[in-house]
């Protein structure tokens, strides 16, 4: 049935389909080959074969007696629920693909985000798919109109995707914030600013066909990819090239700054939020880590080391009391720590903030800048002649995949493939390399390097205490 419907699709879209067969993303396939080839290899693809998002649900499904319900699914499958296929998706092995994941279905027939989080998102009645484009082409695949919701030109879009991109727990902890994190940044005001879209959705410099039926009009397409910084764990098409392409984006998304006090030395990484558009890290930061790698040496042996290493067994080296990793930490109703999302009535989160003004003679143009000093306490037992700065980020904690295969609900052998990204290249510090940037409180003098001319003088916010998390 769906190799003929492909065949006639690719010959004219004519008969047009039905709504159960629109409900299927390789009917879009016929018409649409290369935004359904992206779309394929996407996260949103992924979303409800994901065995971290599978081990999670069961766990939390088993753990809070059923309580849980329709939590997770309503945007890993949206549709499944929708169409009655599932209510807590734990049956998901038994639908049909068509439903699973976030479809084209499902984005493309929205009329309305009736909230900002959990998925309040309304679907037309009528099987209308809505885009980015005016003046909509006729066509006989299926009604087309126009949407400010689909428009990455429009900031209304990011109405779209905030609504599954901000989670409240039933508890009212809001543990997933990427949406409101954006409203809050610059990105989000007129004139001008930058939407979800117009980051995860890259346009094309040139215009092309978007459908390949017989005199579609030229447009700007706009990829499918939808990059952020979760990737599949297990074979699925596209891999090496998503992968390729979340490190990519996240090749670009801090400027860093490292500096050192001469005389009583002591170290200061800098980093800066420049591109993401929201904090970082961000989504499930509480089962995300982001951490930065310092490393003084002399005479070409270690003289300090601060962060783990990109092959160490965890994100927090035992001891390490000045670590800076970012991530969130959860609690229970009685302020407890918690690391199941579905107990969370608070949190407590360090990420690096997105920008709220691009004035830098604003004071606030400043507090997205963050600096740490190492060692917190103390100094260097020398003058260091080579420090490093290196930043790293995980999409999902060893200490969460580790805790799933212990409770049974995750193969270990996908735990194996979870990745580790450096956020752009390692910065190297030298006297020689090194500019004089400020003095600190005793006179003493500080240098600094930077690939972008961040110093500690242009620094507002210090990262001394750490979130309440346990090791």
Same mark, same amino acid.
């Given at each position: 049935?769906?190799?003929?419907?492909?065949?006639?699709?690719? +010959?004219?879209?004519?008969?047009?389909?039905?709504?159960?067969?629109?409900?299927?993303?390789?009917?879009? !396939?016929?018409?649409?080959?290369? *935004?359904?080839?992206?779309?394929?290899?996407?996260?949103?693809?992924?979303?409800?074969?994901?065995?971290?998002?599978?081990?999670?649900?069961?766990?939390?499904?088993?753990?809070?007696?059923?309580?849980?319900?329709?939590?997770?699914?309503?945007?890993?499958?949206?549709?499944? +629920?929708?169409?009655?296929?599932?209510?807590?998706?734990?049956?998901?092995?038994?639908?049909?693909?068509?439903?699973?994941?976030?479809?084209?279905?499902?984005?493309?027939?929205?009329?309305?985000?009736?909230?900002?989080?959990?998925?309040?998102?309304?679907?037309?009645?009528?099987?209308?798919?809505?885009?980015?484009?005016?003046?909509?082409?006729?066509? $006989?695949?299926?009604?087309?109109?126009?949407?400010?919701?689909?428009?990455?030109?429009?900031?209304?879009?990011?109405?779209?995707?905030?609504?599954?991109?901000?989670?409240?727990?039933?508890?009212?902890?809001?543990?997933?914030?990427?949406?409101?994190?954006? *409203?809050? $940044?610059?990105?989000?005001?007129?004139?001008?600013?930058?939407?979800?879209? !117009?980051?995860?959705?890259?346009?094309?410099?040139?215009? !092309?066909?978007?459908?390949?039926?017989? #005199?579609?009009?030229?447009?700007?397409?706009?990829?499918?990819?939808?990059?952020?910084?979760?990737?599949?764990?297990?074979?699925?098409?596209?891999?090496?090239?998503?992968?390729?392409?979340?490190?990519?984006?996240?090749?670009?998304?801090?400027?860093?700054?490292?500096?050192?006090?001469?005389?009583?030395?002591?170290?200061?990484?800098?980093?800066?939020?420049?591109?993401? #558009?929201?904090?970082?890290?961000?989504?499930?930061? *509480?089962?995300?880590?982001?951490?930065?790698?310092?490393?003084?040496?002399?005479?070409?042996?270690?003289?300090?080391?601060?962060?783990?290493?990109?092959?160490?067994?965890?994100?927090?080296?035992?001891?390490?009391?000045?670590?800076?990793?970012?991530?969130?930490?959860?609690?229970?109703?009685?302020?407890?720590?918690?690391?199941?999302?579905?107990?969370?009535?608070?949190?407590?989160?360090?990420?690096?903030?997105?920008?709220?003004?691009?004035?830098?003679?604003?004071?606030?143009?400043?507090?997205?800048?963050?600096?740490?000093?190492?060692?917190?306490?103390?100094?260097?037992?020398?003058?260091?002649?080579?420090?490093?700065?290196?930043?790293?980020?995980?999409?999902? $904690?060893?200490?969460?995949?580790?805790?799933?295969?212990?409770?049974?609900?995750?193969?270990?052998?996908?735990?194996?493939?979870?990745?580790?990204?450096?956020?752009?290249?390692?910065?190297?510090?030298?006297?020689?390399?090194?500019?004089?940037?400020?003095?600190?409180?005793?006179?003493?003098?500080?240098?600094?390097?930077?690939?972008?001319?961040?110093?500690?003088?242009?620094?507002?916010?210090?990262?001394?205490?750490?979130?309440?998390?346990?090791?």
């Amino acid at each position: 049935m769906r190799a003929t419907l492909f065949a006639m699709l690719l +010959v004219g879209c004519s008969p047009p389909p039905t709504r159960a067969q629109l409900l299927d993303p390789a009917t879009c !396939q016929g018409c649409h080959p290369q *935004q359904y080839g992206e779309w394929a290899g996407s996260m949103h693809a992924y979303a409800a074969a994901d065995p971290v998002f599978i081990a999670m649900n069961q766990k939390g499904q088993r753990e809070t007696a059923g309580a849980l319900g329709g939590f997770c699914v309503n945007c890993h499958a949206p549709m499944a +629920v929708r169409e009655g296929k599932t209510v807590d998706g734990l049956n998901l092995g038994e639908v049909e693909p068509a439903l699973k994941g976030v479809t084209c279905f499902f984005c493309h027939t929205v009329d309305a985000a009736l909230g900002t989080h959990n998925n309040p998102l309304r679907l037309a009645s009528e099987p209308t798919m809505r885009g980015a484009f005016e003046g909509a082409y006729p066509n $006989s695949a299926h009604q087309s109109a126009y949407s400010p919701l689909h428009d990455r030109d429009q900031l209304e879009s990011a109405k779209l995707c905030g609504a599954c991109h901000d989670v409240q727990t039933q508890h009212g902890a809001n543990i997933e914030r990427t949406f409101s994190e954006w *409203q809050a $940044s610059v990105y989000s005001r007129p004139p001008g600013g930058v939407t979800c879209g !117009q980051c995860h959705l890259p346009q094309s410099a040139g215009t !092309q066909p978007i459908a390949t039926t017989a #005199g579609a009009p030229e447009r700007r397409a706009h990829s499918h990819a939808m990059r952020g910084v979760d990737v599949a764990l297990t074979d699925f098409p596209n891999l090496a090239t998503e992968r390729a392409g979340v490190q990519e984006l996240l090749d670009h998304t801090l400027q860093t700054g490292l500096c050192v006090t001469l005389g009583r030395p002591r170290l200061h990484a800098l980093l800066d939020n420049v591109a993401a #558009g929201h904090g970082f890290p961000s989504g499930a930061a *509480q089962d995300r880590r982001v951490w930065a790698e310092v490393v003084a040496y002399l005479d070409g042996g270690v003289l300090y080391r601060s962060g783990a290493t990109a092959d160490a067994g965890s994100e927090r080296v035992s001891g390490d009391l000045d670590a800076w990793l970012m991530r969130d930490c959860i609690f229970d109703a009685d302020g407890g720590e918690v690391h199941d999302f579905w107990a969370a009535a608070s949190f407590e989160g360090n990420a690096l903030p997105a920008p709220v003004t691009f004035d830098k003679g604003d004071a606030r143009f400043y507090e997205s800048h963050r600096v740490k000093t190492f060692p917190l306490v103390g100094e260097l037992s020398a003058e260091p002649d080579r420090v490093t700065l290196s930043v790293w980020a995980r999409p999902i $904690s060893r200490d969460v995949t580790d805790a799933l295969v212990a409770s049974g609900d995750l193969d270990p052998a996908v735990a194996a493939r979870l990745p580790t990204f450096q956020l752009g290249p390692t910065l190297e510090w030298t006297r020689e390399a090194a500019t004089r940037s400020a003095v600190d409180a005793m006179g003493l003098p500080i240098f600094c390097v930077s690939k972008t001319g961040l110093t500690l003088s242009s620094a507002a916010t210090r990262v001394e205490p750490r979130v309440r998390c346990s090791p």
